[in-house]
């Protein structure tokens, strides 16, 4: 009996043994899940595979008119002295930002329909993250100080070369892209110290705070309510600013008596006007939309993350008589020179 009583003693001791090591390998595993994450999977959109071809003609064709739009501006601004004012230096930046923002998406989106993985390694998800935050918040200070000087043109003509210097152009400009910059800095900071689970696939087409937070195990009312205020800080300030100069503007307007005078006010004013409403409405869309709904929260990232820097170069080009000028001065000298 004794014998007996020896050997169940060291079979119980055997057993809890194994057990407690199963358990440490386990936990080793699901340890290894959060720290050895090299990259994540893109899901994109959740179509039939037959239409990969199809998506991918659209996104390049997309594509290809962002850069002939985007570096056709950019050379028109800078090419042509009479557009040498501090409208089309905003807006020569606003197309330098479109150019990078979409080109941080598009062609990773279109590699994905031809890819059987279709993934993205860890850090090339940061970057994209990083340097898609940082352009579209650019973006969204850009329409604010251009809408300032829409502002400054219609309601003090007089003091418009005086108040809108240079100098204060320039640092319009730089304070636009430093505010995208620690906005951006702080918003990847916080959503890659954030703990991943198991799952890398990622129900999106790019690398976005909303999918990446999906696939956290990390509470995340904190990490939100930071978002949210971070999202105010950034957004409200901006619409302030267009909503209150455009009310000032509209004020001014309505008093020109001349009705060719009000015509060419608005004209200066509808351009941009259209770029605002386009950019924030598909930004506004896209936050309102709730979760269980990601596939149009795809339609609406694609609107503000492709469309809208398409649209951009054929709204303010094709409702302006400038750019239209410069640019057919533009194609008669190529053609002299050919």
Known sequence: ????????????????????????????????????????????????????????????????????????????????????????????????VDLFYSSVIAPKAMSN????????SFAGCVAQLFLFALFIVTEGFLLAAMAYDRFIAICNPLLYSVQMSARLCTQLVAGSYFC?????????????????????????FYCDVRPLQRLSCSDLFVHRIVSFTLS??????????????????????????????????????????????????????MYLTPDRFPELSKVASLCYSLVTPMLNPLIYSLRNKDVKEALKKLLEKKNAIL
């Open 232 to 285: 105010i800080i950034i957004i409200l300030p901006t619409i302030i600013v267009i909503v209150v100069s455009y009310m000032y503007i509209v004020s001014t307007v309505l008093n020109i008596r001349s009705t060719e005078g009000r015509k060419k006010a608005f004209s200066t004013c509808s351009s941009h006007l259209g770029v605002v409403s386009v950019l924030y409405g598909a930004v506004f869309f």
């Open 1 to 96: 009996m004794i014998y007996n009583a020896k050997n169940k003693a060291k079979s119980v001791f055997v057993y809890f043994a194994y057990a407690s090591h199963q358990v440490s390998s386990m936990g080793d595993r699901e340890t290894s899940n959060h720290s050895e994450m090299t990259d994540f999977i893109l899901i994109g959109f959740r179509v039939r595979h037959e239409l990969h071809l199809l998506l991918f003609l659209i996104f390049l064709l997309v594509y290809v008119m962002i850069l002939l739009g985007n570096v056709g501006m950019m050379a028109i601004i800078m090419t042509d002295p009479r557009l040498n004012t501090p409208m089309y230096f905003f807006l020569g930046n606003l197309s330098f």
């Open 113 to 120: 329909f031809w890819s059987e993985s279709k993934s993205i």
């Open 180 to 204: 995208g910059c620690v906005s951006s800095v702080l918003q990847t900071s916080m959503t890659f110290t954030l703990s991943f689970c198991a799952s890398r696939a990622i129900d999106h």
